[in-house]
DNA sequence: TAGATAATGATAATCATTTTCATTAATAAT
DNA sequence: ATTATTAATGAAAATGATTATCATTATCTA
C-alpha cells in the first residue's frame, strides 16, 4: 500500500500533474479491496470533494491504466472496473466473475502452471500469426453465492 | 457445417419459430470465418433483405447465445463479436485479438494443457467461493500484423 | 384456414464512455 | 513570490452499443 509520495513521484516521472482529483481516487483504490466502476468511484468520492466530475474519474483512470498502476477488467456486460496493479510478477493473478451483479474476485491457484502455460502460448502465437502481444486474460463467469 | 436444415430441427426442439432472419443470420455466420459484430451483421445481409432491422439482428444473436449456437466474444473496447459454436470439446479453442482493430484469431496451441489447467482451477475456484462457474475466457491482446 | 402468439422492425430510451470547450489550477520561468 | 504557460478539470453535449416499447406481421397449431 503506497502512500501519496510513491504516486506523486511516479506521475511527476510521467511528465503528470499531481491534483487532487488523482490522489484521493488513487488513495480510494488503494483502500478498497474490491474492482471498481468509474460511476462507483465517483459515487465514493461525491460526499467527500463534491466538485469531482464524472469524465475526470474516466479520465484518471484511463491515464492510470496507460501508466500501468490500474488494471481494467471488462468482460460480459457492464461497466469496466478498476483494480490497483500490484508491483511485478508476485501480484500475477486472474479473475472470477459473477455474471449476474458483476463481483469480481481475484484468484491466485496454480499461479506457476499458468506462468508456464501463457508464456508457451504466447510465443507460440506472437510467431505464428505475426502479433505483437501485450496482455493476457483469463477469467471464469459464473454465479457467485448471493446470485446463484 | 451444419445445413438450414439442422438449425431448423434445433429451433423446434426449443419452442423457438423458424423464421428467415434467423436463417439468413445463421447461414452468414457459417460461411463466415470472422468474428462479426452485431453491425457488421447487418450490413452484410442488409443487401439481401433489405427489411431486416438491427434489433432483430442484436435479438437473434442473443436467442442464439442463450440456446448455445453462438459464442459471444467481449472484449477489450468496442462492439461484441460473434462466432458459431462447433460441436462438443472438439472445438476448444481461445482467442487472440487485436486491441486497436478489433480483428479476432482463433487459435488451438496447447489445447490439453489448457483443458487440464482450466479443469483443475475450475474445481478449485468453485469449492473455495462457492460459485457455480459457467464459462471461462482466455484471450491475448495485442496488435496485430497490420496494426503493429 | 383461422386463431393464438411469437417474431419483427421502427423508434425511442438507456447506459457507458468520449468529445468539446471554457474555466481553473499546477508547475516553470522570472 | 509572481506571473506565464499549459495541463487538468467539470459541465454539457455527443457518440456508440445495446435494450425496451409497441403496433404490425408472420409462423405455427388446432
Known amino acids: 500500500m503506497p502512500g501519496r509520495h510513491h504516486w506523486q513521484h511516479r506521475f511527476r516521472e510521467n511528465v503528470s500533474r499531481w491534483t487532487l482529483p488523482r490522489e484521493i481516487i488513487l488513495d480510494l483504490l488503494s483502500r478498497s479491496s474490491r474492482h471498481m466502476s468509474a460511476k462507483e468511484i465517483y459515487?465514493?468520492?461525491?460526499a467527500l470533494y463534491p466538485g469531482l466530475g464524472l469524465t475526470?474519474?474516466?479520465?484518471?483512470?484511463?491515464?492510470l491504466h496507460r501508466l500501468g498502476f490500474v488494471q481494467k477488467v471488462t468482460s460480459g456486460d457492464?461497466?469496466?472496473?478498476?483494480?490497483?496493479?500490484g508491483e511485478g510478477e508476485?501480484?500475477?493473478?486472474?479473475?472470477?466473475?459473477?455474471?449476474?451483479?458483476?463481483?469480481?474476485?481475484?484468484?491466485?491457484?496454480?499461479?506457476?502452471?499458468e506462468l508456464d502455460l501463457i508464456k508457451k502460448?504466447?510465443?507460440?502465437?506472437?510467431?505464428?500469426?505475426?502479433?505483437?502481444?501485450q496482455d493476457h486474460n483469463i477469467e471464469f463467469l459464473g454465479l457467485c453465492e448471493k446470485c446463484r
Chains 1, 2 share one sequence.
Do not use: M, S, W
Open 43 to 46: 459515487g465514493a468520492l461525491y
Open 56 to 63: 475526470t474519474v474516466y479520465r484518471t483512470l484511463e491515464l
Open 78 to 85: 457492464g461497466p469496466g472496473r478498476y483494480e490497483l496493479r
Open 90 to 113: 508476485k501480484d500475477h493473478h486472474h479473475h472470477l466473475i459473477c455474471t449476474k451483479c458483476g463481483r469480481i474476485i481475484d484468484y491466485r491457484d496454480f499461479v506457476q502452471e
Open 121 to 133: 502460448t504466447e510465443e507460440t502465437l506472437a510467431k505464428k500469426h505475426n502479433f505483437l502481444i
